[in-house]
Structures are given as C-alpha cells and as structure tokens.
T-cell receptor, first 111, second 114 residues
Framework: GENVEQHPSTLSVQEGDSAVIKCTYSDSASNYFPWYKQELGKRPQLIIDIRSNVGEKKDQRIAVTLNKTAKHFSLHITETQPEDSAVYFCAADNYGQNFVFGPGTRLSVLP | EAGVAQSPRYKIIEKRQSVAFWCNPISGHATLYWYQQILGQGPKLLIQFQNNGVVDDSQLPKDRFSAERLKGVDSTLKIQPAKLEDSAVYLC????????????FGEGSRLTVL
C-alpha cells in the first residue's frame, strides 16, 4: 500500500515569512493529494488539495505543487500569520479507496 | 449542515477493560472511516465502510478491535481488552465518495488506558 513521508517534523518561522512543507509518496498510482490542518485539540480540516492532472494549485496565501515523476508534493504558505500555527498533514489516496497520512509538521509562527 | 458526531469525547479505562466509541456521520455520506491518532503522529486508518460493508480493515487489530456500521449510518468501534498502547484519539470521518474529496472529521474520542 501507499506510504507517505513528510518533512520537516517541526518548523518555526517569523510572522510574514513563508513556510514550505514537503511530502513524498510511494505509489505512482495515487492521484489525489489533500492537505489537512489540525489546531491543538481540534479535528483535522482540509485546507487544499491537488489532483494528479494538475501541477500547481493556489488559494490565497496557500499553494500546493505536485511532481508526479519524482512522487513528491509540497505545501507553500506565504505571509504567515500567528493563526497559521498548527500541525499540517499531507495525505495521498490509497488505491483510490482511502487515504494514507504523513506523520505531520508542527508549524509555529512567531510574532 | 450537521457535522460528524462522536461520543464520548473522553474516556479513561484500565488495561484489559473494554470501551466503545460511537459515530454518526454526515447525512448521506456513504463512506465512513475510523482513524487512530496517537499523540504526535498522523491519523492511521483502522477500518473503512462503504454503506454497511467493510472496504478495508487491513490495519485493524482484529484480536481486540471490532467495528460495525448499523444500517449504513451510525458506527461503533469497540476495543476489548484494551492495552496501554491503545491510548490515542479515535477519529471518525465521513465522505460522500471513497478515495477522493474532503474527509469530514468528528471531534474525536480521546482514550487513555492506565
């Protein structure tokens, strides 16, 4: 089945700087790659996703890029704000049935 | 639109005891997932239902965990007997379709096994 790795495990940035989180996956058949944000004690919530027929997708300050050849995808957050502080999980579909999540990246945005 | 409901939110038990968690998905969502999230880790799939049938339970420790989805709506996850390593948050999620699109998570049930 699918295996997803995520780096870095922790990331601290100054408010206003950019943050980049990278994920790699193992199954070249995976076609759907969502990103979830989980604030402390809260449920994970989808923030952006990308499908394999698209190389990049942007939504305001958040963007995701996908390199299918290299089997990696990245989350980019620009102009970070304190409310961006959370744990971010990447995921990939597993045989088109369910999702395998990465181990998470704890992002801290320092004022 | 009502979200995914889970109960109880918190449960503390001693090892070898049993516990059950309940989930009510968003109305009309055919796919229901139970994920285990150990502190500091990503969610790990335990079992996936499509309506009331099991799609994937390959990572469910079947000697102690069981789950069912009655009439394709509510679901119950049971652990018996519990071990210390079962301490985790058990997240229920639902989606209209499997394998793609947004997962709608519940608030989770936090289990502490002493």
């Amino acid at each position: 089945g699918e295996n997803v790795e995520q780096h870095p495990s922790t990331l601290s940035v100054q408010e206003g700087d950019s943050a980049v989180i990278k994920c790699t996956y193992s199954d070249s058949a995976s076609n759907y790659f969502p990103w979830y944000k989980q604030e402390l004690g809260k449920r994970p919530q989808l923030i952006i996703d990308i499908r394999s027929n698209v190389g990049e997708k942007k939504d305001q300050r958040i963007a995701v890029t996908l390199n299918k050849t290299a089997k990696h995808f990245s989350l980019h957050i620009t102009e970070t704000q304190p409310e961006d502080s959370a744990v971010y999980f990447c995921a990939a579909d597993n045989y088109g049935q369910n999702f395998v999540f990465g181990p998470g990246t704890r992002l801290s945005v320092l004022p | 639109e009502a979200g995914v409901a889970q109960s109880p939110r918190y449960k503390i038990i001693e090892k070898r005891q049993s516990v059950a968690f309940w989930c009510n998905p968003i109305s009309g969502h055919a796919t229901l997932y139970w994920y285990q999230q150990i502190l500091g880790q990503g969610p790990k799939l335990l079992i996936q239902f499509q309506n009331n049938g099991v799609v994937d339970d390959s990572q469910l420790p079947k000697d102690r965990f069981s789950a069912e989805r009655l009439k394709g709506v509510d679901s119950t996850l049971k652990i018996q007997p519990a071990k210390l390593e079962d301490s985790a948050v058990y997240l229920c999620a639902s989606s209209p379709r499997q394998g793609t699109g947004e997962l709608f998570f519940g608030e989770g049930s936090r289990l502490t096994v002493l």
